[in-house]
């Protein structure tokens, strides 16, 4: 693995947490994205996360500070692009986006540059050809709150070299990931394709009026044993992404329930400002929301 410069286009909530926690363990980052003002919002939630990596993880100050130093943002690409061993790409979820993103990117990037997508939704074969150079192309996916969520999901195609994606495993390791291949493409890799089918049917459950948000979460946390139930984790993905999941589902399938969960995510949720734990109220209020009460779990 020869992989010293990383560059990570998008710097939205996950790409800045990945260019940060890339640099906090020791590897060269620059960000990019499509103007200064972008760039001048990301360091603000980096600098943010510096406080986050010394709560949660122990790290000193000067252990934060030296990994926002290994940072460098620039909104030129061919700039940013230029001496990147490993381009990481966590642009917004638009193939036509994406796309223009990769043949511009394949036309300055260094020969020898690896490029990763962080995408989860979309397969890197959609891309693949995009990009000029699909052997050395694939996915990297990350979960958000990257530095304690550290799950890394490295997912080929059918063009990529065996020799390339065994170096981003070795990358995902060293930056304190666990690594997780995917040797076969599938939607949603393996969290989404277990996390989205619980969320989509605890909030059937609450629109058919089966039962409360509260019951419904408990009984997947006793029987389970989970730290949180569905509606807990809905609050830290955030109701906006849960509504635009419905809806898209809706426009897909015509299924009159997922029209219903989009409805009531938009009224009663989003239309009232309860966007999740962000805003400090989704379908629980924080900061200290009855499932993390002691007794929530009691008779």
């Known amino acids: 693995m020869n992989f010293n410069n990383i560059t990570v286009a998008g ?6 947490q990945i260019a940060y926690q890339i640099a906090f363990k020791g590897f060269n980052v620059t960000v990019y994205d499509i103007n200064d003002e972008a760039l001048e919002r990301a360091k603000d939630r980096i600098l943010n996360l510096k406080s986050r990596y010394q709560a949660d993880l122990g790290a000193t100050e000067a252990e934060v500070n030296a990994a926002f130093d290994r940072m460098m ?3 030129d690409l061919s700039a940013a692009a230029a001496n990147a061993d490993l381009v990481i790409e966590a642009i917004p979820e638009v193939v036509q986006i994406k796309t223009d993103f990769y043949k511009q ?3 300055c990037a260094p020969a020898n540059t690896v490029f990763a997508t962080n995408s989860s939704t979309l397969l890197p074969s959609q891309f693949a050809e995009a990009t000029g150079r699909p052997e050395k192309f694939l996915a990297l996916h990350f979960a958000n709150e990257i530095w ?3 799950t890394a999901e490295i997912m080929k195609h059918p063009g990529t070299d065996m020799a390339v994606f065994e170096d981003v495993i070795a990358f995902a390791k060293a930056i304190g990931m666990v690594a997780l291949p995917i040797h076969k ?3 949603g890799y393996i969290l989404n394709s277990l996390l989205v089918p619980l969320l989509e049917a605890a909030q059937q459950l609450l629109v058919k009026e089966v039962a409360d948000v509260e019951t419904i979460d408990k009984t997947w946390m006793v ?3 989970a730290p949180m139930g569905p509606f807990a984790i809905l609050d830290v993905v955030g109701i906006n992404t849960a509504y635009n999941i419905g809806l898209a589902k809706a426009k897909a399938t015509g299924n009159d329930i997922f029209e219903k969960i989009a409805k009531i995510l938009k009224e009663d949720y989003i239309d009232q400002g309860k966007l999740g734990a962000a805003t400090g109220e989704g379908f629980y209020k924080y900061p200290n929301p009855s499932f993390a009460q002691p007794d929530f779990l009691k008779n």
């Open 185 to 187: 493409e599938q939607p």
């Open 105 to 107: 990117l394949g036309q």
């Open 11 to 16: 710097s939205g909530v996950l790409g800045s």
């Open 223 to 225: 029987a389970t044993g």
């Open 73 to 75: 943002f620039n909104s």
């Open 148 to 150: 304690k969520n550290n």
